[in-house]
């Protein structure tokens, strides 16, 4: 798990076990019950994460325009 400051919240996983769904929707809803404010990205493997990082990067480059 990792957090970005601005409000983003990466998951790394690999291979999710069998109790990995139950763990997501807890998860998913401690963040809307609470009202935080995040994005919330599954990453699973190494193109996903590739992507991800073009992308953030791209969104942050944005806003410094």
Same mark, same amino acid.
């Given at each position: 798990? $990792? %957090?970005? *400051?601005? *409000?983003?919240?990466? @998951? #790394? =996983? *690999?291979?999710?076990?069998?109790?990995?769904?139950?763990? =997501?929707? %807890? #998860?998913? +809803?401690?963040?809307?019950?609470? *009202?935080?404010?995040?994005?919330?990205?599954?990453? =699973?493997?190494?193109?996903?994460?590739? +992507? $991800?990082? @073009? @992308?953030?990067?791209?969104?942050?480059?944005? =806003?410094?325009?």
């Amino acid at each position: 798990d $990792f %957090m970005i *400051g601005n *409000g983003i919240l990466l @998951e #790394i =996983k *690999g291979f999710p076990n069998d109790s990995w769904g139950v763990k =997501k929707k %807890m #998860i998913l +809803k401690h963040i809307i019950d609470n *009202g935080y404010k995040y994005e919330f990205y599954e990453i =699973k493997n190494t193109n996903q994460l590739v +992507k $991800f990082i @073009e @992308e953030y990067k791209n969104r942050e480059s944005c =806003k410094e325009s």
